[in-house]
């Protein structure tokens, strides 16, 4: 978190096994990003005298609109945005976007990115604020750190298209994944890359937060590049081989 005005302040809240559910504080007002579960974030906002604005929400699952319901019970003028195309499965959406919309909260710009692959109607929220050092993604399940959502739904092809639709955005945007998956993934990376240096150091620097309790993310494009086996796939059967092999992994 930073407190200079140019800076995003975005604080995770980590709930169930392993989603993170994100709160982004602009002066008085907060957006949850895919809220897991109500109590702990409703408990967050209250505590920070905070009013909450919108909800983002990247796909239907149960764990990322689980709580959203009880939220809007107490803010009830919240937005709730996501997929246009996800109606019958996020019924309660009152700003519906479409891929490459873009609206404006929080003083920030926000383009929607279509991302298909995990889910169909799966969108990613694409943020930029004037006079900020960064950007940053929220890409719900599409890109996780060192790695990517099942295909539960999509295909191999849209899964690659999406990613490579992310891993074009800026260097240094930041990317603020659901789930604290990291380790797991780059453990599965250095299985097939055991000598890869930027894996090695990233996977250390990962053990160590979680020691602690500290997320692994947010990471950024640059690293995901660097150490994500599925950004670097340069084809469609690269990028599948890869995936079935994660699938079938075991730690």
Not at 39 to 48: A, S
Not at 90 to 103: A, G
Not at 196 to 219: A, D, F, G, T, Y
Request: glycine share 4%.
């Amino acid at each position: 978190m930073s407190d200079k005005k140019s800076e995003f302040i975005i604080h995770p809240i980590t709930v169930l096994e392993d989603n993170i559910v994100w709160v982004w504080v602009h002066n008085c007002n907060a957006v949850v990003v895919d809220p897991s579960i109500s109590k702990p974030v409703k408990e967050w906002i209250l505590n920070k005298g905070l009013s909450l604005k919108a909800i983002l929400q990247t796909h239907h699952h149960e764990d990322h609109i689980g709580g959203t319901k009880d939220l809007i019970k107490r803010w009830p003028d919240a937005k709730i945005i996501a997929s246009k195309k996800d109606f019958e499965r996020i019924p309660f959406q009152t700003l519906s976007v479409k891929n490459n919309d873009t609206f404006h909260l929080m003083d920030s710009k926000i383009k929607v990115i279509e991302v298909n692959g995990h889910t169909n109607n799966h969108i990613a929220f694409y943020i930029s604020k004037k006079n900020s050092k960064y950007n940053i993604l929220f890409p719900g399940d599409t890109l996780f750190g060192g790695g990517c959502g099942r295909l539960l739904e999509g295909t191999p092809a849209q899964m690659f298209e999406s990613l490579n639709k992310l891993n074009a955005l800026p260097g240094d945007t930041k990317v603020y994944s659901a789930h604290e998956y990291t380790e797991n993934n780059l453990q599965w990376a250095l299985s097939l890359e055991s000598n890869n240096i930027s894996i090695i150091e990233r996977l250390n620097l990962v053990k160590h937060k979680r020691k602690k309790k500290i997320p692994s993310l947010p990471s950024t494009i640059s690293e995901e590049r660097e150490t994500n086996l599925f950004l670097r796939a340069k084809n469609i059967e690269e990028f599948s081989k890869l995936r079935r092999h994660k699938d079938n992994w075991k730690c």
